[in-house]
């Protein structure tokens, strides 16, 4: 059995790596969501590193920013497992920095069909 998990060396930190992503990262639009993802060098042993974004311009209040974070990691760490295989399979490791784009904040089921199918397509197109 897989234990779900999502540890310290796989959040992508540092200002410069998240800049580097951003700017030459490949983007897919999977709305409320954005996924800029890039096939890049990591420093550490996971296939890949994520980081979770949501600008206070679409959800004001700090509790529901904090709230959609969560929901947001819950998410990802119950669904990288078949990602992570992809990856690992290809010998290569990606950056992924997930956007939250929507008004109001959605629930954990929602969140977690829109990451699969924006990680799926970014997989098919990128990956």
Known sequence: MVRHTFRKHERLTGRLRIQEVVSQGRSVHQPPFKLVGKVMELPTDAAAQVAF????????????????R??????????????????????????????????????????????????????????
């Open 70 to 127: 969560r929901l947001m990691r819950e998410a990802y760490r119950l669904n990288k497992q078949a990602y992570h295989d992809k990856l690992k399979a290809a010998n290569k490791q990606c950056a992924w920095l997930f956007v939250y784009q929507g008004k109001t904040p959605i629930t954990l089921a929602e969140t977690q069909l829109k990451i699969t199918k924006a990680l799926d397509r970014w997989m098919k197109e990128h990956g």
């Open 53 to 68: 974004a949501i600008p206070k311009r679409y959800l004001r209040l700090a509790v529901d920013r904090n709230r959609q």
